[in-house]
């Protein structure tokens, strides 16, 4: 199988968010898409091991930031190489909450969502869960940050947990 082939999908990068009992959660995703629109909903992979899945799982809600492509790398480095079980990943950065109370991103994002979890699906490692869009809004004009931008152009690498991870060698992704 050539591995290569999947550099060649198209993603974005978002931060999904949660709160459950006082404690804000977040991590780096490439997988959100929209997979409705009347309702819409927004569906995303998580691993199985990742805190803020057990957030979202707990709490029923989630909000989710499209990073726009001017964003610094180092929110990305935080929020996806670093644990939310012992990391305040919003800490020194702006952001609000939502209608749930979950933090979103307000600087270095372009848009943002808040969704009520409808449907989870096991795929293995990861769960993909389906969230019905509560709220929306464009944060900015930006652009919105692609994967491929920022492998290419930020040299930006991917988190073991990521459904994107290659191994320790990703420089052909």
């Known amino acids: 199988m ?19 009992e006082g404690k804000d959660s977040g991590c780096v995703v490439n997988t959100l898409q929209q997979v ?15 805190f803020t899945l057990g957030q979202i799982e707990k709490s029923g809600r989630f909000a989710a930031a499209a990073l726009s492509r001017d964003a610094d790398i180092r929110i990305i480095g935080t929020f996806g190489f670093r644990s939310s079980r012992d990391t305040d990943k919003f800490a020194g950065l702006a952001f609000l909450r939502d209608e749930n109370g979950i933090p979103f991103l307000t600087e270095q994002a372009v848009a943002r969502f ?9 795929v293995g490692t990861h769960v993909i869960i389906v969230g019905e869009v509560t709220q929306a809004e464009v944060l900015s004009d930006g652009e919105p940050l692609t994967y491929s931008y920022y492998r290419q152009v930020k040299k930006g690498t991917t988190p073991k947990n990521a459904p994107s991870y290659q191994g320790r060698d990703q420089s052909d992704n």
């Open 2 to 20: 050539d591995r290569k082939a999947f550099g060649k999908l198209s993603y974005g990068i978002y931060i999904v968010s949660a709160a459950y």
């Open 114 to 122: 808040s969704c009520r979890l409808t449907q989870e699906l096991d």
């Open 36 to 50: 409705t629109s009347d309702p819409a909903k927004l569906s995303v992979a998580l691993n199985k091991d990742n």
